[in-house]
């Protein structure tokens, strides 16, 4: 008999709660990424995460713990290897990476994959690069509306990303030039976790902007995930936001793109008004890729007080028998150097009406106690050589 009819999985996509102990094999050792936020706006207002248990879980000096949180709370160690989005989540949903994905961070990507994309797109590249998505715009996209030619680049992430302005470019062109790319990044050598389009408006500098059409094509996962296994016994996988992206489409039965993360929590509260029976999986991307990445605190900041605003509306909305799971996928200090991703803990905050008393849990060595609670409340088998075990005989 399942305690829960609905379980709803809310990722803030990069909010660490602090280094892991081997944060210094990716030079990250003082990485905090909530820690540091607090520590710049003293007053942050978090009125619903505290007293779902983030400040008991996170102590920090600036706010107080509630002294009778109404969640569950326990910190997660990432088990697997690796530091990006793709790796947080099929972890969470059960999967151990042991062997990183392929970055080109410092070098671009090679020549020889540079000239078969040329030559199957009909385009010249230009960029390959490390680059924020702004930046490269700023500096290459009048180049590239003049010359019909084609912006690439990559990341800290494993990601090869390709600029196309909407009017000029056009977004179908784009995604076929993405889907070139997917194919050509499949080889060993070159297989990075995601391509990414990324479509923007605007005729010169200062001017541009992507839009919300953007489109990721990732890797399928290694193997089947307890997304898989909820929709093989038929119950609802609905995701928000770039979930499906993530995993390909695995798994999911109905798929809700997201404008930005204020948007992905709206639908979010419209979905918890519906009837569905299953798993609601939510993606929360703007405090990563907008703040994160840019070192911008501020943005961060403003970025949860919105989060939690919206968190208190979908609180009201959840019936007795919802359980509501806050976690993320990795840090992403905006105080920290570079502009990398951060080896960091993360939070889980669980919370039901039905719950009588909240407290902590701990801690556990993997994000996928997520996918292995989700899996027991339903019923079902986790699939063949996953990990992770079950939290729900706590909650």
């Given at each position: 008999?399942k305690?829960?009819?609905?379980i709803?999985?809310?990722?803030?996509?990069?909010m660490?709660i602090?280094?892991l102990p081997?944060?210094?094999?990716?030079g990250d050792?003082?990485?905090?990424?909530?820690g540091?936020?607090v520590?710049?706006?003293?007053?942050l207002?978090?009125?619903?995460?505290?007293?779902?248990g983030l400040?008991?879980?996170?102590q920090?000096?600036?706010?107080?713990?509630?002294?009778n949180?109404?969640?569950?709370?326990?910190?997660?160690?990432?088990a697997?290897v690796?530091?990006?989005t793709m790796?947080?989540?099929?972890?969470?949903?059960?999967?151990e990476?042991?062997v990183?994905?392929?970055t080109?961070?410092?070098?671009?990507?090679p020549?020889?994959?540079?000239?078969e994309?040329?030559?199957?797109?009909g385009?010249?590249?230009?960029?390959?690069?490390?680059?924020?998505?702004?930046?490269?715009?700023d500096?290459?996209a009048?180049?590239?509306?003049?010359?019909?030619?084609?912006i690439?680049y990559?990341s800290?992430d494993?990601?090869?990303?390709i600029?196309g302005?909407?009017?000029?470019f056009?977004?179908?062109?784009?995604?076929?030039c993405?889907?070139?790319?997917?194919e050509l990044?499949?080889?060993?050598?070159?297989?990075?976790g995601?391509?990414?389009?990324?479509p923007y408006?605007?005729?010169?500098?200062?001017e541009?902007?992507r839009?919300s059409?953007?489109h990721d094509y990732?890797l399928?996962p290694?193997g089947?995930?307890?997304?898989?296994?909820?929709?093989?016994n038929?119950?609802d996988v609905?995701s928000v936001g770039?979930i499906?992206?993530?995993?390909?489409g695995e798994g999911?039965?109905?798929?809700n793109?997201?404008k930005?993360?204020?948007?992905?929590?709206?639908?979010?509260?419209d979905?918890a008004?519906?009837?569905f029976?299953?798993?609601?999986?939510v993606?929360?991307?703007d405090?990563?890729?907008?703040w994160g990445?840019r070192?911008?605190?501020k943005?961060?900041?403003?970025?949860i007080?919105?989060?939690?605003l919206?968190?208190?509306?979908?609180l009201n909305?959840?019936?007795?028998?919802?359980?509501l799971?806050?976690?993320a996928?990795h840090g992403?200090d905006?105080?920290?150097?570079g502009?990398?991703?951060?080896?960091?803990s993360?939070?889980?905050l669980?919370y039901?009406k039905s719950?009588?008393?909240g407290?902590?849990l701990?801690?556990?060595?993997t994000?996928?106690?997520?996918?292995a609670?989700i899996?027991?409340?339903?019923?079902?088998?986790m699939p063949?050589?996953t990990?992770?075990?079950?939290?729900?005989e706590k909650?």
């Amino acid at each position: 008999m399942k305690k829960y009819n609905r379980i709803f999985v809310v990722v803030m996509d990069s909010m660490g709660i602090g280094a892991l102990p081997d944060a210094d094999k990716y030079g990250d050792v003082g990485a905090d990424t909530f820690g540091h936020i607090v520590n710049y706006k003293k007053d942050l207002k978090i009125e619903n995460l505290r007293k779902l248990g983030l400040v008991n879980l996170k102590q920090v000096e600036e706010i107080a713990p509630v002294e009778n949180p109404i969640g569950k709370f326990i910190r997660l160690k990432e088990a697997s290897v690796g530091k990006d989005t793709m790796t947080g989540h099929w972890e969470m949903m059960g999967l151990e990476l042991t062997v990183p994905f392929k970055t080109f961070t410092d070098t671009g990507f090679p020549q020889e994959l540079i000239e078969e994309l040329e030559k199957r797109t009909g385009r010249k590249v230009i960029g390959n690069k490390s680059s924020s998505g702004t930046e490269i715009l700023d500096e290459l996209a009048e180049e590239e509306i003049k010359n019909g030619s084609m912006i690439v680049y990559t990341s800290a992430d494993s990601v090869l990303q390709i600029c196309g302005n909407e009017e000029t470019f056009g977004l179908e062109e784009l995604y076929k030039c993405c889907e070139i790319a997917r194919e050509l990044t499949m080889k060993e050598e070159w297989r990075v976790g995601r391509v990414i389009a990324r479509p923007y408006l605007g005729k010169k500098k200062g001017e541009f902007k992507r839009t919300s059409n953007r489109h990721d094509y990732a890797l399928k996962p290694f193997g089947k995930t307890a997304l898989d296994a909820l929709k093989e016994n038929n119950f609802d996988v609905i995701s928000v936001g770039k979930i499906s992206d993530i995993f390909d489409g695995e798994g999911i039965t109905e798929s809700n793109k997201s404008k930005s993360s204020v948007h992905g929590m709206e639908q979010t509260i419209d979905i918890a008004k519906k009837d569905f029976n299953g798993l609601c999986f939510v993606n929360l991307v703007d405090f990563d890729a907008l703040w994160g990445h840019r070192r911008d605190v501020k943005g961060y900041a403003e970025e949860i007080e919105k989060f939690d605003l919206k968190l208190g509306e979908l609180l009201n909305t959840l019936k007795d028998d919802d359980l509501l799971m806050i976690t993320a996928d990795h840090g992403n200090d905006p105080t920290f150097k570079g502009t990398d991703h951060t080896r960091e803990s993360v939070p889980l905050l669980m919370y039901s009406k039905s719950m009588t008393e909240g407290g902590s849990l701990g801690e556990a060595d993997t994000f996928a106690v997520i996918g292995a609670t989700i899996a027991d409340n339903f019923g079902v088998k986790m699939p063949e050589n996953t990990i992770g075990s079950s939290l729900l005989e706590k909650l």
